[in-house]
């Protein structure tokens, strides 16, 4: 599909975040996970909590300006499951990595409504942004799954 296809199809995108990160969206933009733990200065430590791992549970953290912020968890993944469904040498750490280093769209509202609804413990918020904008601004890192 090509870029022209895709806005025609889908002149929308929709991000589901936590109600408490819309500051930090407004501010700085929409960070992947990564980003994020990097922002945060995150001991070696926590790093290793944090990445490269499945993450059963949202985790929180505090910038030293304190800044809260949530990384979401890898939720419904399994890890058995995932790893006998990766090629090419690739690992579930490996796995967890290349998703923190990404933010995340739907092409559908109601999609992103369902995932905003399955993480309800916390009031969350869809985010919606123009197609054409994203593309324009982040071409060259936008992977369509």
């Known amino acids: 599909m090509d ?4 806005l ?10 936590w109600s408490g990160a819309i500051d930090s969206i407004k501010r700085s933009g929409l960070l992947s996970a990564a980003k994020v733990i990097d922002l945060c200065g995150a001991s070696p430590a926590d ?8 993450r059963d549970r949202m985790m929180p ?11 979401r968890d890898h939720h419904p993944m ?26 995340f769209f739907w092409v559908s509202k109601a999609r992103a409504c369902g995932m905003a609804r399955a993480y ?3 009031e969350q918020v869809v985010v919606v942004v123009r197609t054409q904008a994203v593309l324009e601004r982040c071409r060259s890192s936008v992977r369509l799954t």
């Open 78 to 103: 399994a890890e058995k499951k995932l790893a006998g469904l990766l090629d090419d040498g690739m690992i579930p750490s490996d796995w967890y990595r290349l998703l923190d280093r990404h933010a």
């Open 8 to 17: 025609e199809r889908y002149p929308r995108l929709y991000h589901v975040a």
């Open 47 to 54: 790093r290793l909590l944090l990445e490269g791992r499945h």
């Open 120 to 122: 309800r413990q916390l």
């Open 61 to 71: 953290l505090s910038s030293k300006e304190g800044q809260r912020s949530l990384i």
């Open 3 to 6: 870029d022209a296809e895709f």
